[in-house]
């Protein structure tokens, strides 16, 4: 949550993200055609970490269903009930919502009726054949 979106911030988000999830396998990471999407470091790091990069289509706003559910989400679920007197105060609450509330505890239609958490945990099992 930073005032631009650079791709510093971009990869720095990533890096958490990869640090964090500690995947072995070849993961998907989906973008728009943003400048920080596109540039030689973006690309690098990819290749450094096994991941592919797919990008959405100039126009095509089902690309990105995924993601734009979710932001909506976010939106309608914490953002607009709630005023923020700091930068900081928004960025500790919207990460408690995702991390307390939207992917241990929402369930999701498209998920069969689980969250996000529980959803990749069964992915997860079957993949691995357990």
Excluded at 35 to 60: C, I, K, P, V, Y
Excluded at 89 to 94: I, M
Excluded at 99 to 122: T, W
């Amino acid at each position: 949550m930073q005032s631009r979106q650079t791709t510093d911030v971009v990869l720095q988000a990533l890096l958490m993200a990869v640090w964090r999830r500690k995947q072995n396998s070849r993961v998907l990471i989906h973008s728009d055609q943003g400048s920080q999407f596109t540039s030689m470091d973006w690309a690098s790091f990819l290749r450094a970490h096994n991941l592919e990069h797919s990008m959405s289509r100039r126009g095509n706003r089902h690309d990105n269903a995924v993601a734009e559910s979710f932001f909506n989400l976010l939106k309608r679920e914490r953002i607009l009930r709630r005023t923020y007197k700091t930068r900081v105060e928004a960025r500790q609450d919207v990460l408690g919502y995702i991390e307390m509330f939207y992917n241990p505890k929402r369930k999701h239609v498209r998920n069969g009726m689980l969250s996000p958490v529980e959803n990749e945990r069964q992915q997860t099992m079957r993949t691995e054949g357990v």
